[in-house]
């Protein structure tokens, strides 16, 4: 706990909203004013107020016995934008799922003002407990904090005019899709094949939601959404796939795999060491069903067992008892180059490898394209539409 003073948390505070503003220019008003307002180290009382106003890293604040992560207080600046996308305005009714530290709620009721209702949800108690204490020592105790399933949504105070998501969602319940007005914005970590986008959704009156914007993120998984699967290929040293329960990956065919000669394909297409190649994992998603992730330890990487081009998130494309993923190779030269492609394990593992190429000679046609999602219950579906990803509550589209 720290025992800095008042007025060194105010300059920490400033600086933070300052470097908020300057990484992200067209922030609006309201945001930053909120930013400014809200005292973001009463959220965090046992982290040392460096911690706490350092906009650029997430602030853990429960772990599992295993180590795996499950709450945080989330990067600051992704905070902001992911605000900003919700286009929260005076008198607003709010739902969030991922209660966290309760500071994001409180962000949300300066934005929403004494006319508003903000209802922020978790699952865990002990979670939701430590929010509503600190949302009342902040003066914040008009929010509603609820201990329940967030999927579930909240009928007593529903229609909502926005929801956001502030746990990695890998499916979209219907009680969010019926509990949003028409119009309304919902805004969350939306994962699928692997990989994680957040998505600023509007609800049409027809009931679909369509994306006005994606964007990079990353997120704790959502507890309780059971549409994502994972597997060892090789466990000593360990390499694991995750794909999704809608894909036709059967992990028992792949046993062995990595132990078959490795078939090689190259692309051509180059990169440094500062250029983005998520978008190539992104767009693949848009058509191809066999898109999941590989995760290679570090003793695999060692072993030149399993080298992904980033060992534990890197696309590979599987189909029956074949696989092949994302690979570089540096290029002579004085200044860093890579070309892209990919190994294939498998007696379909070449073709793989020459298919996950095809995808990156697309991206390449255009790096800076985005996508456009839409997003409709399984319910209200008769047909499912061409290259749709079928979760359990919903199916989501994605195109170019």
């Not at 978790?122 to 902040?138: F, H, P, R, V």
Request: charge should be negative.
């Amino acid at each position: 706990m720290t025992t800095a003073t008042p007025g060194t948390a105010a300059e920490l505070h400033a600086d933070m909203v300052r470097k908020i503003t300057s990484s992200r220019p067209s922030l609006d008003s309201p945001v930053i004013e909120a930013l400014r307002t809200v005292p973001r180290h009463l959220f965090l009382p046992d982290a040392t107020l460096d911690e706490a106003y350092n906009p650029y890293k997430a602030v853990i604040t429960k772990t599992a016995l295993d180590g795996t992560h499950l709450s945080c207080a989330s990067v600051a600046t992704l905070v902001a934008g992911m605000l900003a996308e919700l286009h929260v305005r005076p008198g607003e009714r709010i739902f969030e799922v991922g209660a966290g530290t309760g500071y994001n709620a409180a962000l949300l009721a300066e934005l929403t003002g004494p006319d508003g209702l903000v209802v922020t949800t978790d699952i865990d108690e002990e979670i939701t407990g430590q929010a509503s204490k600190a949302l009342a020592t902040a003066g914040y105790r008009g929010v509603r904090v609820l201990t329940r399933d967030g999927a579930l949504g909240d009928e007593t105070d529903t229609p909502f005019d926005k929801i956001i998501v502030t746990v990695g969602a890998c499916d979209i319940p219907n009680a969010w899709f019926a509990q949003l007005v028409p119009g309304g914005r919902m805004v969350l970590p939306l994962r699928w094949r692997g990989q994680t986008r957040g998505v600023a959704f509007v609800k049409g009156d027809d009931g679909v939601l369509r994306s006005e914007s994606v964007f990079l993120c990353g997120f704790v998984p959502m507890i309780g959404q059971d549409v994502e699967r994972s597997a060892a290929l090789h466990t000593d040293p360990l390499v694991q796939i995750h794909y999704d329960v809608d894909q036709d990956i059967d992990p028992a065919q792949l046993t062995g795999s990595l132990d078959t000669p490795r078939a090689s394909a190259w692309s051509g297409i180059t990169v440094g060491p500062q250029d983005p190649i998520d978008g190539i994992w992104l767009r693949a998603t848009a058509t191809d069903p066999a898109v999941c992730r590989i995760n290679a330890s570090s003793n695999a990487v060692s072993a030149d067992l399993c080298t992904p081009f980033i060992p534990n998130l890197s696309p590979t494309l599987i189909a029956g008892s074949s696989l092949a993923y994302l690979t570089k190779r540096r290029l002579e030269g004085p200044d860093p180059l890579y070309e892209l492609g990919a190994h294939g394990h498998g007696a379909d593992g070449h073709a793989l490898a020459e298919r996950l190429c095809g995808h990156i000679h697309t991206w390449n046609t255009d790096r800076e394209a985005r996508p456009s999602l839409t997003a409709m219950p399984l319910t209200a579906q008769a047909t499912i539409p061409k290259d749709a990803i079928v979760k359990k509550d919903c199916t989501v589209t994605v195109t170019y």
